[in-house]
């Protein structure tokens, strides 16, 4: 299975400053359509899984702008350029190129 | 809206069976893959099975291969998962998924305990 290798685990973060979450794979993730199917997604407490990010980059519909995904081949990164309070949640990477499908562990964001 | 709403989840014993069921509504569901994500409390997430549009390709992940059953009825918009042989390590919040992972359900708690 493609191992995904998220960092850091536990993100505190004071309000207004940015923050940022790596991933990294074991393969690389371009599919032979040439696509990179990798998702990164928001946990609140007691909710599903939302998905902000698809394809690396693209930002999903109501999602504000200061979340950007960026990364190719095995790196990736998710950035919230100010951390805001409804942001307190679990965010997980996600690999969809390759079978099973692979989480990274999650990182629980905090506010400072 | 795209709304997917599960039941069928609770509370069975080890080596019991439950089978899970997924009403969905406001996409086309016919054309879409689907998919199975289970996530014990607190903890991470894991991808349980996938079927395509039409259930003719199916994949499921080693820990479950054997004992759960993915299906659909694209007459009913409903996709389904049966499971069997349960074990406390299936013990997960099981959620329904629309292709490429946008709409997620609301999840329904499977607790195998004796």
């Known amino acids: 299975d493609v191992v995904v290798t998220q960092s850091p685990l536990s993100l505190p973060v004071t309000l207004g400053q940015p923050a940022s979450i790596s991933c990294r794979s074991s393969q690389s993730l371009v599919f032979s359509d040439g696509y990179t199917y990798f998702f990164w997604f928001q946990q609140r407490p007691g909710q599903s899984p939302r998905r902000l990010i698809y394809?690396?980059?693209n930002r999903d519909s109501g999602v504000p702008d200061r979340f950007s995904g960026s990364g190719s081949g095995t790196d990736f990164t998710l950035k919230i350029s100010r951390v805001e309070a409804e942001d307190v949640g679990t965010y997980y990477c996600?690999?969809?190129?390759?079978?099973?499908?692979?989480f990274g562990q999650g990182t629980k964001l905090e506010i400072k | 809206e795209v709304r997917l709403v599960e039941s069928g989840g609770g509370l069975v014993q080890p080596g019991g069976s439950l089978r899970l069921s997924c009403a969905a509504s406001?996409?086309?569901?016919?054309?879409?893959?689907m998919h199975w994500v289970r996530q014990v409390p607190g903890k991470g997430l894991m991808w349980v099975s996938r079927i395509n549009s039409d259930g003719s390709y199916i994949n499921y992940a080693d820990s479950v291969k054997g004992r759960f059953t993915i299906s659909r009825d694209n007459s009913k918009n409903t996709l389904y998962l049966e499971m069997k042989s349960l074990r406390a390590e299936d013990t997960a919040i099981y959620y329904c998924v629309e292709g490429e992972a946008e709409y997620w359900g609301q999840g329904t708690l499977v607790t195998v305990s004796s």
């Open positions: 996600m690999q969809g190129t390759h079978w099973p499908h692979t």
């Open positions: 406001g996409f086309t569901f016919s054309n879409n893959w």
């Open positions: 394809k690396v980059s």
